[in-house]
């Protein structure tokens, strides 16, 4: 199997996580990588044999039984049992992208070589992405401090031989997955199960899966906020580049200057206007958008720190002889960063609520609620009921997480991130938004038809033509339901070149 992508000590990059996972790459370890890991094992190994004295986690037990040394006849078992001991995951599955983005950055993570992991083991993590063997990990569980335990123990049974795969389109046995690859389980040696199962790979896909999607959907917000302004008889000036170059936040300026691109030549906002201002959900898109874009560049700096970093606990530094205890697997600065991106992104939801508010009012020459014979239909009236719902629950979905601390393994794990919690709770927000999205998409294409014969700009006549393809105008009551799923389907399907996002 030829990888397309070599995981080596050069850092992971937006552009290389965008292009592994939307193109379905496959991977291996670099040469480098594999030597820089056996090395760390040889050294280990010597390094047990050759002291007495008790390191934790691999001639010990765990977080609060940290003092309690174990025998050297025992070491492998101690690891075993510290998966399956800590596979106390609930909830519903974690979904299978993120699972594979799961052990993409733990393989990152182990080569390292700062874990004192066997090749063989990365190597078979290597060989459960590129075959598509996806553990069956639950979304509850980490408390995003001692390392994501519960959802990487769930992620490392297979590796034993244990747990449950989805594999060929079948649930099965890690038992059975072994017998169809003809694979022997993993024997974990001293440290490796700690090295699997603490680290900050849970937070880190949803964040990775999160940040790639959101900087899609922040894109899309932009482009779909300049159709409502079309839609609704909007002005240019507030969009003008001397206002942005005076307050000159870096989103603000991006998002006005892909407005005033878009909107080149449009007949519709260079006709005169009877107005002389728009509501705020109209003028300060560039500012509120802006916000959410600033605000996804700081996530993404933190995420692509993460991804390139060793976060399991004890690291080994082979060359300076020493095995260091410490907190690498604390989720705090994903914590953050998760909740940040919930309210941003809910942001986007709830001034997209309020252009499609605006849409339906019957102001500005649109009939009320965008349908030609209004009384006889209700038209688009709710939708936006809808989606009011929607942004009511992300607001709700956005209280932070990681103000929250609850002690944990009797006292030794006295202070907690609630990562893990920010991050699953992120992507509900994140998906409700692409909902909400869908139906502004969906009123704001109603509403273009009753501004002929004047156009827009060739590009947002191209985009809408290829919408309408998907969802023509609606003339009379339907279900409504249908069209924004097709509408939904229309924004899922799209796809917007890298460059054009960050």
């Known amino acids: ?76 078992l101690l690891q075993e049992n510290l998966v399956m001991s800590h596979a106390c995951g609930m909830g519903e599955e974690v979904p299978k992208e993120i699972v594979k983005l799961m052990i993409l950055l733990k393989i990152k993570s182990l080569s390292f070589g700062h874990s004192g992991v066997q090749v063989e083991t990365v190597q078979r993590l290597v060989d459960f992405y590129n075959h598509d063997i996806i553990p069956i990990v639950y979304t509850q569980g980490s408390l995003g401090a001692s390392g994501d335990l519960a959802p990487l123990a769930h992620l490392s049974l297979p590796l034993i031989g244990k747990g449950e795969v989805y594999f060929q389109g079948e649930r099965i046995s890690g038992e059975l997955l072994n017998k169809k690859m003809n694979w022997k389980a993993i024997q974990l040696q001293s440290k490796e199960g700690l090295a699997l199962l603490n680290g900050t790979q849970f937070m880190s896909a949803y964040g990775t899966f999160l940040i790639l999607k959101s900087f899609k959907l922040e894109y899309l917000s932009d482009l779909i906020g300049t159709l409502s302004l079309e839609s609704y008889d909007g002005r240019i000036e507030p969009f003008h580049q001397l206002i942005h170059q005076i307050r000159p ?83 705090q600065p994903l914590a953050l960063a998760m909740d ?27 009939p009320v609620f965008l349908t030609p014979n209004s009384g006889l239909n209700s038209g688009f009236m709710i939708p936006q009921y809808t989606v009011a719902s929607i942004v009511s629950q992300n607001k709700q979905w956005a209280t932070p997480a990681s103000v929250d601390s609850i002690v944990s393994s009797n006292g030794q794990e006295d202070h907690v991130s609630m990562g893990a919690n920010a991050a699953t709770k992120a992507l509900k927000i994140v998906n409700n938004l692409e909902s909400v999205l869908a139906v502004e998409l969906l009123n704001a294409s109603q509403a273009l038809h009753f501004r002929k014969p004047l156009k827009t700009s060739v590009f947002l006549e191209q985009f809408l033509t290829a919408y309408r393809a998907e969802v023509p105008f609606i003339e009379k009551d339907e279900i409504l339901h249908d069209a924004m799923l097709k509408s939904l389907t229309f924004i899922q399907n799209l796809t917007v070149d890298i460059e054009e996002l960050v």
């Open 1 to 76: 199997m030829v990888a397309n992508y070599v995981i080596s000590k050069k850092d992971l990059t937006f552009k290389n996580l965008f292009q592994i996972f939307y193109e379905q790459k496959k991977i291996s370890l670099s040469n480098a990588s594999i030597e820089k890991i056996q090395s760390c094992r040889n050294y280990l190994d010597k390094k047990i044999n050759s002291e007495s004295e008790p390191i934790y986690g691999i001639n010990t037990g765990f977080g609060a039984l940290y003092n309690i040394k174990v025998e050297a006849d025992n070491l492998q």
């Open 249 to 331: 936040h870096e989103g603000q300026q991006k998002v006005s200057e892909r407005v005033r691109n878009w909107l080149v030549n449009s007949e519709i906002i260079n006709q005169p206007k009877k107005h002389v201002q728009d509501p705020y959900s109209f003028r300060c898109i560039p500012q509120v958008h802006g916000a959410t874009y600033d605000t996804l560049q700081f996530v993404l700096k933190t995420l692509l720190t993460e991804v390139n970093s060793v976060t399991d606990n004890p690291n080994v530094f082979e060359e300076e002889d020493l095995i260091i205890s410490g907190g690498n697997f604390h989720g």
């Open 340 to 366: 940040y991106l919930g309210i941003a992104m809910a942001e986007l939801g709830s001034i997209s609520e309020r252009r499609i508010y605006r849409l339906i009012r019957g102001e500005r020459e649109l």
